[in-house]
């Protein structure tokens, strides 16, 4: 086995588990997994508050704004300058997008393991089969997975037909939800120069439309995780007062 | 710039991962349906239904014409007495549907594809088994649970089912009749029966594992079926009670193949049994082959061959002793089929989609690749 079909056959066995412990609930067991990855990307996320609120700070830096306004027409000199100052401070541009990044291979992981763990052709049921790396998972009793969860079949995408219109709405909650994410952890930033607000007001755009679209076209299981992700991302800075409301409303990024 | 780039490569490619693993018209998302009559082999192969020449291994049409992102065949085409090709497609519109070879027609790329003589769109889910032809009446179980039963004389273009009955579970295997009764197998943990008259369920019984093989009448008139739960189990065709007669190494996925009272049956550690009904034992210790055995055996005159998921196909005598016999590669999921003195193997993962062999294991022709 492949290190990547041991690390999709982990996620397989930690949702049957899940599955199994919560009463054959594939969508709880989904949410619950999602719980569970948040809490094991913790360090991460808190890496990111902690890098958006060092950029933050550096936005209000005196020296951080004298060399925006001496180097504002080289903009060469300008980047070296900002890597100096940031070497200096111990402050990583890239920490406060690494969490979103990290997601990736976690997005495709947990597909993979959804429709694998789901067995709804032939093959993935086969591949079920060998990924069963935890002993006491009695599989054959599970197999079937029930993929109903609420209105949704977990192992297709989602919509629901109104006056015939087949409406994402999934998708649509993906994207809100992303979005809201994505502007309550951008920094406060008036300067047109500063690359890392540029990167994070590129990624509170791209993200919500790249999430969304997945959830149009992949498994709503897939879509379970991402708003359950959302949801968390939000409370968690929320409940550590590192949310910024204003960010939401129009204009609100330059009071 | 450079961290703008970084993250549309990262989501290009985070994109390009789910989308190579997600569904629609693709070969290799599950293995193909190969099924023949004298002249004919018919493979459900991804997006297309190819029809291929027994003679010399030449496409003779394939359907539809043109990719269509609705249509996805996995399911084992069925052939009707008045010659129409009956296959399920597990693509976004669930329909089934009767092509019908006499009438060609050639598109404007020299590729010829069949009429469709009738479609059933009532289903709401995939079909993955083949449906089974009782005299003029067709039984197609879909993955939505129900047993849809169509009528083949009502001239219809448009078939409406004459009764659906929901089984519930997911139905993946053939049913399988003795002339009175038609016996369903569920994913579902379970095994029914229902009268092929009436359509009135008879029994069904649960059992401790999901079945996603057929049942077999054996010799002795009791139906077997193998399970996910490592099982062979009997059961009274008449009443459903039922009992494990056997315990595998590991999950039964194919139907057992009959020969006399003997069963002949495979699992997915490898392990090949043959199976005697009279007395409840193995004839022989297992065969163990090169690899998982996913597909049903073939039982020739004197000799079994048997596929496995490593690519090979071993010829295994009655008396339990085996040699490789053709190595086509890929991954052998599909039953190998006889037509005449041909033996035809679909490998999955492979350039070729179909092999030909003759009974030496010799290659009869240059293995098929469709025509583009």
Known sequence: MSP???????????????????????????????????????????????????????????????????????????????????RERKISPFSSCLPTLIQFPIIIALYQ???????????????????????????????????????????????????????????????????????????ASTNPNDQSAAMSKMMSLYMPLLLGYFALNFASGLSIYFITSNLLGIAQYAMQGKANWRNLLPGGQKK | MRKKVLFVTIALLAAALLTGCAGGAVRGTTWPGLAADDNTAYLADGPYVYAISLKDGKQLWRYPAASDRNLLFYSTPVVTPDGLVIVGSAGKNNSLIALN????????????????????????????????????????VNVDGYLYVLNLTDGQSTKKAVKAIDIGGRLWAQPTTDGERIFLTSLDH????????????????????????????????????????????????????????????????????LDSDTLYFG????????????????????????????????????????????????????????KLWSQPGGQIYTTPIQVGDLILVAPLGTEAYLYAYNQDGSQAWQPFIPQN
Do not use: C
């Open chain 2, 190 to 257: 379970s095994v029914i029966a229902v009268n092929v008259e009436t359509y009135e369920a008879l029994w069904h019984e649960d059992i401790e594992g999901a079945v996603a093989s057929s049942a077999v009448l054996g010799t002795d008139g009791m139906l077997y079926v193998g399970s996910l739960a490592s099982q062979l189990e009997r059961f009274d065709p008449a009443t459903g009670s039922h009992e494990p007669v056997f315990s595998a190494e590991d999950w039964i996925w194919s139907t057992p193949s």
């Open chain 1, 4 to 86: 990547w079909q041991y690390f999709i056959s982990i996620f397989v066995n930690v949702l049957l588990w899940i599955y199994d412990v919560v009463g054959h609930n594939f969508g709880l067991a989904i949410i619950l997994f999602t719980i569970l990855i948040r809490i094991v990307t913790w360090p991460l996320n808190a890496q990111q508050m902690k890098g958006a609120a060092a950029m933050q700070e550096l936005q209000n830096d005196k020296e951080w704004q004298a060399i925006q306004k001496k180097y504002a027409k080289d903009r060469e000199k300008l980047a070296q300058e900002q890597m100096r100052i940031y």
């Open chain 2, 267 to 322: 699992d997915l550690d490898g392990n090949f049994y043959s199976f005697s009904t009279s007395t409840g034992k193995l004839n022989w210790p297992p065969v163990k082959p090169d690899g998982p055995i996913t597909a049903s055996p073939l039982v020739l005159g004197d000799s079994i061959l048997i596929a496995t998921e490593s690519g090979s196909v071993y010829q295994v005598s009655q008396s339990g002793q085996s």
């Open chain 2, 101 to 140: 070879p006499a009438d060609i027609n050639q598109n404007t790329n020299n590729i010829n594809s069949p009429a469709v003589a009738w479609t059933f769109n009532g289903a709401k889910d995939h079909w993955f088994a083949a449906p089974l032809v009782v005299k003029d009446k067709l039984f197609a």
């Open chain 1, 113 to 187: 393991s959804i429709t694998r763990a789901l067995g709804s052709t032939p093959l993935d049921l086969l591949k079920l089969s060998r990924s069963i790396i935890f002993p006491f998972l009695n599989v054959p009793d599970l197999i079937p997975l029930h993929s109903k969860f609420l209105w949704m079949d977990l192992g297709r995408p989602e919509s629901i037909a109104i006056f015939g219109f087949a409406f994402p709405t999934l998708a649509l909650i993906v994207a809100i939800t992303t979005y809201i994410q994505a502007k309550l952890t951008m920094p």
